[in-house]
Every structure is written in C-alpha cells, then in structure tokens.
C-alpha cells in the first residue's frame, strides 16, 4: 500500500495563502490519481482537489475552484495542494489520499495520509 505523508498547513488570516504537500513512498499503477479532502470539526470529509499523475489532468470542488491550485513533482512522487484568498470555512483537517481512479478516489477508495490541520482566522 502506497504510504502518504502529508507537510504543510498551519494558521493564516482570511486572504492569505498556505501550501501543503504529499509525498508518495511509492507510486504503483495503482495510484493513478492523488488528491485531498478536508474535514472540518463535526462535518463530514469532503473532496477538494485531485491530480493525475500520467497528464496532470485536475479537477476541484466548486466551493475552491479558482482559489485552490493543484500540482505535482513526478520525480519527487509529491503532489501540493496550493490555497489562496483561504477562507474561514476552509478550516479544516486536510487529507492527502491516492487511488486507481478519480470515481474511487472522489468516493474516498484509496490510501489516507494522517492529515494536516489548517486553521484560517477571520
């Protein structure tokens, strides 16, 4: 199973920026794809971002599509997740995950990182 440890995160006011990473012990043909959900206190995990690792096709959820950036480093086997103009209800516990595809990966069928917290004062 493809081991996930995620960087990143911490505390920013409302319109500032942070980066958080995933780096890959391994990429197998498994894992196609690579992306994060988030979760915030007393919610439910929700799918923010992923990226393929072949072509670096992308896709968001509409509440960070065009605030959030997606990309990756192959050769590093590590993907960032890039958040700008963050937002109060961006708080949450980020999670890194990887799956074969984006239908499992957005149902939540892959492997989990331990997750990073991210905190955005208002």
């Known amino acids: 199973q493809v081991q996930l440890v995620e960087s990143g995160g911490g505390l920013v006011q409302a319109g500032g920026s942070l980066r958080v990473s995933c780096a890959a012990s391994a990429r197998i043909f498994s894992t196609n794809v690579m992306g994060w959900f988030r979760q915030a206190h007393g919610k439910e995990r929700e799918f923010v971002a992923a990226?393929?690792?072949?072509?670096?096709?992308?896709w968001y959820a509409d509440s960070v599509k065009g605030r959030f950036t997606v990309s990756g480093d192959n050769v590093k086997r590590t993907k960032y997740l890039e958040m700008n103009s963050l937002k109060p209800e961006d708080t949450a516990v980020y999670y890194c995950?990887?799956?074969?595809?984006?239908?499992?990966?957005?149902?939540?069928?892959?492997?989990w990182g331990q997750g990073t917290q991210v905190i955005v004062s208002s």
């Open positions: 995950t990887a799956s074969f595809s984006r239908a499992r990966l957005v149902n939540g069928q892959g492997s």
């Open positions: 990226i393929a690792w072949t072509d670096g096709s992308t």
